[in-house]
């Protein structure tokens, strides 16, 4: 019998690292994640309990009235949480902001913070 083609596996490996992430969450998350590496053979790899972002950090997203009635979103003060941690963060972003079309989990671009101040991920935890 042979392989399955690169990007059977490919497919298969995604859902599998989407459909963790998902049970991980409260039924009717709107999260998908998308933040996952990929090994040398350009296939996913779960990262789920990876350090998103080491040391503290505060997570935070602007409302945009575009997508609806919400407000803006700052989480707590994490310290060197992991990529399912990031899960829930991004679901609870989701639900504060009102921002149903930016649902993919897919990076954090990270501000340092002064001396002192606590780095914030910014706009765009959701893709």
């Avoid at 996952?36 to 997203?61: I, S, W, Y």
Wanted: net charge negative.
């Amino acid at each position: 019998m042979s392989e399955p083609a690169k990007d059977e596996v490919f497919q298969q490996r995604l859902g599998e690292i989407e459909e963790r992430a998902a049970e991980s969450l409260p039924v009717g998350s709107l999260v998908v994640y998308g933040a996952f590496e990929l090994d040398a053979a350009g296939l996913p790899v779960d990262n789920l309990d990876k350090v998103a972002v080491e040391g503290r950090c505060v997570f935070t997203q602007k409302y945009d009235p575009l997508f609806g009635k919400g407000k803006d979103y700052t989480s707590g003060e994490f310290t060197s949480p992991t990529w399912l941690q990031l899960c829930w963060l991004a679901n609870e972003m989701i639900r504060v902001t009102r921002n149903q079309q930016h649902v993919f989990l897919e990076g954090h671009p990270a501000e340092r913070g002064k001396r002192g101040e606590v780095p914030q991920a910014r706009n765009g935890v959701l893709e």
